[in-house]
Each structure stands twice: as structure tokens, then as C-alpha cells.
């Protein structure tokens, strides 16, 4: 075999070879791929489930308020309570509110014997953590 001969046949053997490695290489990465695409349905489902149980206990803290109801009561105490602030209340004083020592509670109006915690309604938007209204 010529020296010709010799040098085609290892540059095809080169190319298969690195074909070979490249489309392991492409495999690798199409299989990276799908998992990221599974991580992420994944992370879709779990925000998913956070947003609806947060969505549950703010329903839960209005009587059962959901849909524009929900956003309307949510939004008239943001807006309340952001007044409040900027008038230079502190959230303590906000809260002292709502108290009330004629057995009403004035968020709910139920009587305070009906089987609520004194406290159950009262600040209601520590629900939030930090209670922070202003911008």
C-alpha cells in the first residue's frame, strides 16, 4: 500500500472516530437536556402548589373571600394600612385597632365566645412575615 493509501485510510479512520465522539458527545447533551426540561416541570409544579396554598390560607384569613373578592379585601387592607404608615402609625398601633373590648371582633364581627382565638384575626397580615406595606 502507498504512502497515499496509508494516509487516507488513517483520515478516515480519524473521522469515524471522531464522529463517533461527537455523537456520544450529542447524546450526552440531549440527555442534559431532557433532565433540565424535567427539573424544571418539576419547579413549574412546586410553584405551582405554593401559589395555590398561599392562594388557601389568604382565603382562609378573609372568611373564605376568593377570586376579585380576594384581591378587592386584599388590596383595600394594603392600601388602609399603607395610609395608616405614612400618617405615622407603626403596625403596633394598627393592631391595637382592631382590638376590641366589647367582646366583638370589628374585622369579623363575630362575638369573641364563638370558638375564635382571641388574637386569630388580629393581625392577619403577619400572614406576610415582615408586614411591609410602603415602597
Known sequence: MSKKAKAEVADESAVIITDAVLAENQAKLDSYEKSIKAAQERRRKVIIESKLYTYDKLSQLYGGAEGQALLDAVTAEH??????????????????????????DSKSGDDADSGYADDEFVGQTSFFGDNSYKD
Open 79 to 104: 392600601t388602609l394600612i399603607g395610609k395608616l404608615t405614612d400618617s405615622g402609625m407603626s403596625y403596633a398601633d394598627i393592631e391595637g385597632l382592631v382590638d376590641s373590648s366589647d367582646g366583638v
